[in-house]
């Protein structure tokens, strides 16, 4: 099969998935009982062998796997959390980082609440193109999204990773985004960066709707932050 047979192949597949998205959306936007307050979308994008499909199925149904394929065009989930007193549901892309994918994965940009940008430590070119991703969201992104880093494979040893944490510092420094070190092996602080993203998008809807006269009653807060409850459910990948 040539290349441009495989590349219609992942786009009809691709359209295939949002399709099926976009018709359990407009049943759930019309149903007399939803089971959530928030819908949000986020998008997580990288370099390919970061760790992406690893954070998720990590975050979706707390399992790893070492034996994990590159992510073909994209892949979606859902899971629900409750932030203070508001359930949120939270509907994740996950997309090839491959280069020869990005004119399917960028049109999944549009529309983004939030997007997880995630390097590898232990891979130096996956750091130094944080600001490449960074680029592609501002070109292909129809709104502002709340942005925020991933620094996965934390459970390596540090005379293994190729950056550290004064790098990461500095990242955080230069690109004004919060990073958090994450491990998809063990589980470290994962949810915990899923769950700070989703804080982040809160107040800023939150912000939106003041801005327009009305707001949301925010998430508790506790020492200074806002404190998650736990997940309440995970719904079924597609």
């Given amino acids: 099969m040539s290349f ?21 959306n407009n ?8 089971q959530y307050d928030d819908l949000f979308k986020l ?8 760790g992406k499909s690893c954070l998720l199925l990590r975050f979706a149904d707390d399992t790893f796997t ?5 992510t073909i065009g994209v892949d979606f989930r859902f899971k629900c959390l409750e932030i203070g007193d508001r359930k949120c549901k939270l509907q994740i892309w996950d997309t090839a980082g491959q280069e020869r994918f990005k004119t399917v994965t960028s049109a999944y940009y549009r ?3 939030g997007i997880i940008i995630v390097f590898d430590q232990t891979d130096r070119d996956s750091y130094n193109n944080v600001h490449n991703w960074i680029e592609d969201i501002s070109r292909y992104s129809t709104d502002d999204p709340v942005k925020i880093i991933f620094a996965n494979k934390d459970d390596i040893s540090q005379e293994k ?3 550290d944490n004064e ?6 420094k230069r690109t004004g985004l919060e990073i958090i070190k994450t491990s998809a092996k063990t589980g470290e602080k994962v949810t915990y960066a899923f769950e700070k993203l989703t804080q982040k998008l809160l107040l800023e809807r939150n912000n939106r709707k003041m801005s327009r006269g009305y707001s949301l009653e925010p998430p508790v807060p506790v020492e ?12 079924i990948d597609l």
């Fill in 161 to 163: 990773k190729s950056v």
């Fill in 66 to 70: 070492e034996n994990f394929y590159s």
């Fill in 224 to 235: 200074g932050r806002f404190a998650p409850k736990k997940s309440c459910f995970s719904c």
């Fill in 167 to 172: 790098d990461i510092i500095e990242l955080e």
């Fill in 111 to 113: 529309g983004a609440d």
């Fill in 27 to 34: 049943h759930e936007k019309y149903s007399l009982s939803k």
């Fill in 43 to 50: 998008v997580i994008i990288g370099d390919s062998g970061v």
């Fill in 4 to 24: 441009s047979e495989q590349n219609n192949n992942i786009k009809n597949n691709t359209i295939s998935i949002e399709n099926t998205y976009n018709n359990n």
